[in-house]
């Protein structure tokens, strides 16, 4: 198994950030205080000399913008779908796998703001849209916007493992997905599709007779499957899930799977597929919790090999962080 640190800003037009102002960048050596040069993933500008033409200071931060809510779809009690209106350049940034942006009512202090994906992307409108799932305050709060609501973004750490999606091209793609978890995946089965890949979609239906987010796989020619994944009293994974992922598997070819639910769920089936077959590659939704989005609170910190990840902006393989030796189910 091997080792990746990538961060999700570099290169980007908010590069460098507070962290390389701070000496902790995630990627230049020198930039962690150290004497040498040895960037450890190059995205063509060198983020050392960007910070010294910008006067030794971080690139200006996101900042909130009032945008108009187009269309508002009341699911389930506590699930709704918000369209939002937003610009041509903001929509074109947002339209990447694992995008995400920070919410909160106008008005609102910003430790009322809360990081929820992007589902969809409409060119004509210069909408998109979020499946927002209500949990507690923030998201109450957030459902209380009928017309206008306050963006932050674009982020793009919405989904770890990226660099096994972006280059596939005219190739097999699987995503196990359930819940709201399963709404990032949408726009990654629309980014699969523009490249030509077949995308299989198994989808936990949860609470609901389906999947909220079907009908926008189906809109993006992905093949899709309502079925029980996890037993929710057994907290097992089931046995025609088992029956129906070996088919899967064995008729083929899927090189990448993108694994859409929560920390228990990604684990169980991580672990599942992986005694299946070990040169499998794995990409997964993030669950972190994130409050500041720049890595700089450290609310996000997951510990990795020994060490600790801003896991808002930093990469990582999921098959790192998911695997357990001893899962024997």
Request: charged letters at 25%; one cysteine or more.
């Amino acid at each position: 198994m091997y080792k990746f640190v990538e961060c999700i800003d570099a290169g980007s037009e908010y590069c460098p950030c507070h962290l390389a102002e701070k000496g902790q960048c995630i990627i230049c050596s020198q930039l962690q205080n150290k004497v040498f040069c040895d960037c450890l993933y190059w995205k063509g500008t060198c983020i050392y000399h960007e910070l010294l033409n910008n006067g030794n200071k971080a690139k200006k931060p996101r900042q909130y913008r009032k945008f108009d809510i187009t269309k508002i779809d009341k699911i389930r009690d506590d699930l709704y779908l918000y369209e939002i209106k937003v610009t041509n350049y903001l929509l074109r940034e947002l339209d990447n796998y694992g995008a995400y942006v920070f919410l909160k009512k106008p008005n609102a202090p910003d430790y009322f703001s809360t990081p929820l994906s992007i589902m969809d992307v409409d060119y004509d409108k210069l909408t998109i849209k979020i499946l927002i799932k209500v949990h507690g305050v923030k998201t109450k709060d957030i459902i209380e916007c009928n017309d206008k609501i306050m963006v932050k973004g674009p982020y793009w750490n919405g989904i770890q493992g990226q660099r096994f999606l972006r280059n596939l091209i005219n190739k097999d793609v699987l995503i196990i997905g359930r819940g709201v978890a399963a709404a990032p995946g949408v726009l990654g089965s629309r980014k699969l599709n523009i490249n030509n890949n077949n995308v299989y979609v198994m989808l936990d239906p949860g609470k609901s007779i389906q999947n909220a987010c079907t009908e926008y796989y189906l809109k993006y020619k992905a093949e899709v499957e309502n079925l029980s994944i996890i037993d929710y009293k057994s907290k097992k994974i089931t046995e025609a899930f088992k029956l129906r992922i070996n088919e899967l598997l064995a008729t083929k070819d899927i090189q990448v799977i993108l694994v859409a639910g929560d920390d228990e769920f990604n684990r169980k089936i991580i672990n599942y597929i992986y005694r299946i077959k070990k040169d499998m590659y794995f990409a997964s939704v993030n669950n972190s919790i994130m409050c500041c989005g720049e890595g700089i609170c450290g609310s996000c910190q997951i510990e990795l090999s020994g060490k600790y990840i801003r896991s808002c902006k930093q990469q990582y393989n999921p098959l790192e962080y998911y695997l357990v030796e001893d899962d024997l189910e």
